[in-house]
């Protein structure tokens, strides 16, 4: 299984000492077929730019 999410216009993360730190949580759900939760995936993620 092959999924893309785009993010329009994200904060970008910088260390605390450059600007606003913007940090982002992605909840993932797996279901069964009758709908049954078997598992969560959580991470993290933040945004670069290395322009």
Known sequence: MEYELRVC???LWWPWDHGDPHLY?????LLDQADRHLADIIANMAYLDFT
């Open 9 to 11: 216009d994200p904060g």
């Open 25 to 29: 949580r992605l909840t993932v759900s």
